[in-house]
């Protein structure tokens, strides 16, 4: 069922993409009242009524369109942490993050995304990025490639000797160790810098517009989209301990992915080197 589904016209999950958006973010981007911005874990976790109800609009629409499947979202699986675990199950799986950038989005700015990606068995098979404020929407279909508004994405090699730019996790979402980890990308050469949406830094590193990003968490709403992205357009991603990050979780962080093997490694290695 699943690969006639992925055989078939997907113009539909854009259209539901693009609906939630329109009826549930677009129309509170600048004007969201304060009783609408709650913090979750920290002054940093925020959720907003349009993270909320878009996801519900995706839940939806989604099962929808492929019977048997089931919603990992942000929002159901703060709700209920047992949510996540059908991850690990059979049915595929939509994986949702209805506005990743929610910092961005409640200052007001464009910098926000939506990431849907669908999993079978712990498997990303397809992915949609859609950033609604500035009219982009980048997929991914695994084996077939990845494309950004209907244009072709080749990540590339940085140019020789050049410096290359990393984003990087929030300090706030980081362990002692894994502080220290990063420290190692503060060598001549490299460029490290705070992140923005995680959704946007991949598709940033699937279009060669950025070198790497060095991330410290793994809830996969964050990961699962761009990290196929980011791999059909040529791209690698590593932990630290050398191996590919997995989508159900365990793995060694931080973590990169990067617009080449080649610059993967080199990330890899200055992560460790401390």
């Known amino acids: 069922m699943i690969d006639e589904f992925l055989a078939g016209d997907l113009s539909a999950v854009e259209e539901a993409i693009h609906k939630a958006a329109a009826a549930e973010i677009l129309p509170r981007h600048r004007r969201l009242a304060e009783d609408e911005i709650t913090a979750k874990s920290g002054p940093h976790d925020l959720v907003t009524t ?4 878009a996801e519900e609009h995706l839940t939806a629409s989604l099962t929808a369109l492929l019977p048997g499947s089931v919603v990992v979202g942000e929002e159901a ?7 996540y675990e059908a991850l690990h199950g059979d049915a595929p799986v939509w994986i949702v993050d209805p506005v990743d950038g929610t910092r961005q989005f409640v200052r007001g700015e464009d910098g926000f995304c939506t990431l849907v990606a669908l999993a079978v068995r712990g498997e990303t098979l397809a992915s949609w990025t859609y950033a609604p404020a500035l009219g982009q929407m980048a997929t991914a279909i695994r084996g077939a490639g990845a494309w950004l ?15 290359i730019e ?8 980081t362990t002692d160790a894994q502080k220290r980890a990063l420290l190692g990308l503060r060598v001549p050469g490299v460029r490290p810098r705070p992140c923005g949406s995680a959704g946007l830094e991949y598709l940033a590193v699937a279009r060669g517009a950025l070198d790497a990003v060095a991330f410290s968490w793994e809830y996969a709403w964050d990961h699962a989209a761009g990290l196929l992205l980011v791999s059909e357009a040529g791209g690698e991603h590593l932990t630290v301990s050398g191996e590919r990050f997995r ?10 992915a990067a617009r080449s093997a080649r610059t ?11």
């Open 50 to 53: 349009a993270d909320r109800l």
């Open 77 to 83: 699986v703060d709700h209920d942490p047992a949510v």
């Open 149 to 163: 508004d209907g244009v072709r994405l080749s990540s590339g090699e940085p140019a020789p000797g050049a410096e």
């Open 166 to 173: 990393v984003a990087t996790s929030h300090p706030d979402y």
């Open 247 to 256: 989508l159900g979780g365990g793995n060694a962080l931080p973590f990169t």
């Open 264 to 274: 993967a490694e080199r990330v890899r290695a200055l992560l460790t080197a401390q």
